[in-house]
């Protein structure tokens, strides 16, 4: 019992996972520029800095499993 | 000396009523796991994954953000995301043991937040960056077993990006000192 056919699927899960990945790669290199000067030794600063950096190794591994997906890697 | 009084938001707001219904997304999630059906279970964590995007916005909206709303939302997510992945392998849709890790560490996660709380002597939760970013990737870790999307490649890769988040959280909560504002309350 399916709600739209497999290649509409396929191509729905490929944007929500490979489009949002992508989208979140960008939106967390830039909070990551816009704090390179931030003061390093504020504990804020510092979680800002390990959770934006986390947020791109988990964009990356979105981008990276969408493109296994398709057979790209 | 001017006296200021702390504004009580009551925990039947509209934010915690959204939060809530994420669990009407529980049962569907289930009966469709059971009878196999991979869209319609995809469908239903998309909507339970939405909804704890949506309670925020509400809370900004109606004014009615509280600590017992974050504290609430961070039990929704755990509750929600825990039995969405204990079903996707109990029914072999995902692998076990990444899951059976997942569960510990989310578990042992709730604990370092409880710790957190005693030692900050009240309801309030730590704001981690990167676990918010983790919570995002757990609800679709379980989508990725409904719509059987690259399965092993994210199950393997999740609890090791886990496990260095609740290091450097663990670190924070237990060991660092409590931020001002906390200590002064």
Known sequence: ?73 | MAVTQQRVVSPYNPANAVTASRFLTLPPLYWAIAHGYHQWATLFILICGTLDKVDGLVARIFDCRSAFGEVFDAITDALCYGFGLVVVAAFGWAPVAPVVLVVVLGFTNSGLRFAYAARAGKTVNYKSYAMERLVAYTGYLIGFATADFEVGYFYWLFPVVMIVIMVHDAKRMLVDPLPVALRAA
């Open chain 1, 1 to 73: 019992m399916n709600i739209v056919s497999d290649t509409v699927f396929t191509w729905f899960l490929t944007a929500i996972v490979g489009g949002v990945s992508g989208g979140w790669l960008v939106y967390d290199a830039s909070n990551l520029w816009r704090l390179r000067g931030g003061d390093r030794r504020d504990p804020l600063v510092r979680d800002k800095l390990f959770g934006y950096t986390l947020g791109i190794v988990i964009a990356l591994i979105g981008v990276v499993g969408t493109l296994r997906f398709h057979g790209v890697v």
